[in-house]
């Protein structure tokens, strides 16, 4: 069965410092791979998408991503933090349901905080 | 453009009332789901229709009916809450390009 590991529970940078979310995903055929965000009270934002092709991968708001198969991760990099994007980050993979359409799988999420 | 809306916002049941949630999405996606969201345990689907016409069940399906009232509308619906079903529920529905658009989500309380 597919999984997704988010191993920060809790991370906090400087603002103006660099980010790398980890995510890494259990899944026997070639991932399609999902980074939402979800600010406090509100419903999640796609950030970027890994279906196939180039592995690194830009999104919104200055996120990107890059899909490692070798390492089972797609981890997510800012290279400047906004304060912002404060908020919680879900990795997700996708994989498709007998009765069509794709089911997520979603990580734990990982709080991200900026300090000021 | 709206893109995906849940009705209500909040919503505090007693125990063994029922209520359904409301979902409604504009962009004429044809797959819709219904998440629920826990701390510390991320999303996980509930029901889901990859089309007008057909429900499915998720991973968490025990407590909840669906209805897909037409292509727009998906409805999920508690018959008798329990405090298990204390959860924030989002409804998202899917482009053809396989990303899934979510709603702002429904904050349920079960006394």
């Known amino acids: 069965a597919q999984s997704v590991t988010q191993p920060d529970i809790h991370i906090t940078v400087s603002e103006g410092a660099s980010l790398e979310l980890r995510c890494n995903y259990s899944y026997g055929a070639t991932p399609y791979l999902f980074w939402y965000v979800q600010s406090p009270g509100q419903g999640l934002q796609l950030l970027l998408k890994?279906?196939?092709?180039?592995?690194l991968v830009q999104g919104i708001k200055g996120f990107e991503a890059e899909f490692k198969r070798s390492q089972s991760s797609f981890n997510l990099r800012k290279p400047s933090v906004h304060w912002s994007d404060a908020a919680e980050y879900f990795c997700?993979?996708?994989?498709?349901?007998?009765?069509?359409?794709?089911?997520?799988?979603f990580g734990t999420g990982t709080q991200l905080k900026v300090e000021l | 453009n709206a893109g995906v809306t849940q009705t209500p916002k909040f919503q505090v049941l007693k125990t063994g009332q029922s209520m359904t949630l409301q979902c409604a999405q504009d962009?004429?996606?044809?797959?819709m789901y219904w998440y629920r969201q826990d701390p510390g345990m991320g999303l996980r689907l509930i029901y889901y229709s990859a089309s007008e016409g057909t429900t499915d069940k998720g991973e968490v399906p025990n407590g909840y009916n669906v209805s897909r009232l037409n292509k727009r509308e998906f409805s999920l619906r508690l018959e008798s809450a329990a405090p298990s079903q204390t959860s924030v529920y989002f409804c998202?529905?899917?482009?053809?390009?396989?990303?899934?658009?979510f709603g702002p989500g429904t904050r349920l309380t079960v006394t």
């Open positions: 962009m004429n996606h044809n797959s």
């Open positions: 997700a993979v996708a994989s498709i349901l007998t009765g069509g359409g794709n089911k997520l799988t």
């Open positions: 998202a529905s899917e482009s053809w390009g396989g990303e899934q658009y």
């Open positions: 890994y279906f196939s092709g180039d592995t």
